[in-house]
């Protein structure tokens, strides 16, 4: 389990936009992980509460593919439908496609801040892999 | 891996998997800045592209983007080309707006915090931002097939304004039912917002004029009140621009080529998938030119009120509307006739000469107005479109300054800066909705402007009419 001060993803830097890198354990791990920093730098997620669930079912022609489906489709439950996603729990998980739940609770002005607008979850640089330690995956967003 | 043709343009030569050899326009000063992103090697990758036409071309604004750089333009033959979302970009029919007055700078001196803190108010900007138009499912179809002559049938403008504009700010071709329900989700709430970001709605002095004749055929003149308006197609355009990439690239594994880069997803414009990417990307260019009309409008009507002035006192003109994000069907002389191409300019204005169907007729005699915008402590070119560009780079010149910092090292470089108060010193009173919004965009993480336009003037692709400077500047 980690801790707040040491987050399973880290920021990085690009011209014109934003990425991160993050990795987990298990592959499961680090997706929610993904979750986390996609959220993360929308609004600072200790104010999103977890009341209400959103089911999420993707798919993709390879592992890479449904990584970005998968962060593509939590990025549209804010964008279009006001949701924040404080945490994901994924119920079934494969190389092409997965099923899970994101926890969170709809955007409210008067308690979130909005940090950075992100509007699209792009395909450069997008890997996910394993390495001899778990998991490890980049994404990076358009803001 | 770069030749040098001429003091402004550098030649990737053809190897490998390229059909066409890449060429950049810049000077050895841009170049410095060049270096240090991946641009050049994607203006190599698109070169790839099946169809592709003559050279794969990047304007001295260009950086880093998506598959394509910003900055890029590349022409597809339409039998054997490809249509690629991001060749396009993200934020589809991204584009500028002049309006002229009849007002000068002396008269709106002692205004300009009234008129700022007005704009701010009446203009919704900033993240999540909505509009104040309440748009029914059949009003937004209809916003998406008639674009800004929407707008103007609702009161938001004149017929003077669309023919002010490129395409008449409507694109034929557009079909709603290409677009998601996703899509249309994101765009109808945000009809009549500015955004975040770079987009800005500006108040600009004249403050030189290099071509007296042009200018005076423009309504241009030293000392003159303009305003400047950068703004897209909000979610929408993101929207359609996400959901084909999405299309394309699962079937990736069909193209009969190698992708060098999954961003490049395409497919061929004579496919399903490729006309209706046309079809939708069509609709979003018409949201993006009905919401920078409805900007027009309260822009008109916010000077109105704060200045006591009538219409025709403040006589605020719509001088041109570019897109600087787009894909259009135009015809280009080839080979001793004129070919139908598929043009994307991706963070790239089109520049027509004198006489071209397509210029405005108050403007035939000189060609189309090209609005370059820099950054907020800077201010923006107005230039003239050229027979140099029309025949080397598909009727295209730059769209801006570009960015050379990310917006962390720019949020970096302004920790302990009062960025208003650096700004105020410079001459220019800016507001802003988002926190971060001025720290990302301190002039000194874009290019110089100037530097870019020279680049363009020089090498032809536009010519230089006047010089505005900022006053007052108003982001997302």
């Known amino acids: 389990m980690w801790k707040p001060q040491n987050p399973p993803y880290r920021v990085i830097d690009h011209t014109a936009d934003m990425g991160f890198d993050v990795w987990g354990a298990r592959r499961k791990d680090l997706f929610c992980h993904a979750a986390m920093a996609l959220f993360g730098a929308i609004t600072p997620l200790a104010a999103v509460r977890e009341r209400d669930e959103r089911s999420v079912a993707i798919e993709g022609v390879d592992l890479n593919d449904l990584w970005i489906n998968y962060l593509r489709e939590l990025l549209y439950l804010f964008t279009g439908r006001g949701f924040l996603v404080h945490a994901v729990d994924i119920s079934k998980s494969g190389r092409k496609h997965l099923v899970a739940i994101a926890k969170g609770e709809p955007f409210d002005p008067a308690r979130h801040e909005i940090l950075t607008e992100i509007k699209a979850v792009t395909y450069h640089q997008a890997v996910v892999e394993k390495t001899l330690t778990g998991w490890k995956g980049r994404f990076i967003v358009d803001v | ?369 090209v609005l370059i915008p820099g950054d907020m402590g800077t201010g923006s070119y107005i230039l003239v479109g050229t027979e140099k560009a029309y025949t080397d780079t598909f009727g295209s010149a730059c769209h801006g300054a570009g960015r050379v910092m990310s917006r962390t090292q720019a949020v970096k470089s302004s920790r302990g800066r009062a960025i208003v108060r650096e700004m105020a010193d410079r001459g220019v009173l800016v507001m802003a909705s988002g926190k971060g919004t001025l720290q990302e965009e301190i002039p000194e993480a874009y290019k110089r402007v100037d530097d870019v336009v020279e680049v363009v003037h020089q090498a032809g692709l536009a010519r230089k009419v006047a010089r505005l400077r900022t006053v007052v500047c108003i982001k997302g």
């Open chain 2, 1 to 369: 891996m770069l030749r040098q043709l001429d003091a402004y343009r550098w030649e990737i030569p053809k190897s490998g998997g390229m059909k066409v050899p890449g060429l950049i326009y810049t000077s050895e000063r841009l170049m410095k800045t060049m270096g240090t992103d991946e641009s050049s090697k994607q203006v190599k990758n698109v070169a790839h592209l099946p169809g592709i036409v003559k050279y794969s071309l990047a304007m001295p604004d260009v950086h880093w983007g998506y598959g394509f750089p910003i900055g890029g333009v590349a022409a597809f033959d339409l039998d054997s080309g490809i249509i690629s979302p991001g060749g396009v970009g993200y934020d589809i029919n991204c584009g500028c707006r002049v309006m002229t007055t009849k007002l000068s700078y002396e008269e709106i001196q002692n205004h300009l915090p009234e008129l700022m803190t007005a704009l701010f108010q009446n203009i919704p900007s900033g993240v999540g931002s909505t509009g104040p138009i309440k748009l029914s499912h059949k009003d937004e179809r209809q916003v998406l097939t008639d674009g800004a002559a929407w707008a103007v049938r609702q009161g938001f403008g004149t017929p003077e304004d669309l023919e002010a504009t490129e395409d008449g700010g409507v694109m034929a071709g557009a079909d709603p039912e290409k677009v998601s329900d996703r899509a249309l989700e994101r765009g109808r709430p945000q009809l009549g917002t500015l955004g975040s970001g770079n987009h800005f709605l500006e108040i600009e002095i004249v403050t030189d004029i290099y071509d007296e004749k042009t200018a005076a055929v423009f309504g241009l003149r030293k000392g003159q009140v303009t305003v400047f308006l950068h703004s897209g197609s909000r979610g929408l355009g993101y929207q359609v621009c996400d959901d084909y990439l999405a299309r394309m690239v699962k079937n990736i594994h069909k193209l009969d080529f190698p992708l060098p880069d999954r961003q490049l997803a395409c497919a061929y414009i004579a496919t399903p998938a490729g006309r209706d990417y046309l079809a939708a990307m069509a609709c979003a260019a018409n949201y993006a030119w009905a919401n920078r009309q409805l900007l027009t409008h309260w822009s008109r009507e916010t000077f109105r009120k704060v200045l006591h002035k009538s219409p025709q006192q403040l006589g605020m003109r719509l001088l041109y509307d570019v897109c600087h994000n787009i894909a259009k069907i135009e015809k280009f002389p080839m080979g001793g006739t004129l070919v139908e191409l598929c043009v994307h300019r991706k963070g790239a204005t089109r520049s027509l000469p004198a006489g071209h169907p397509a210029v405005p007729k108050p403007y035939a005699a000189v060609g189309q107005p």
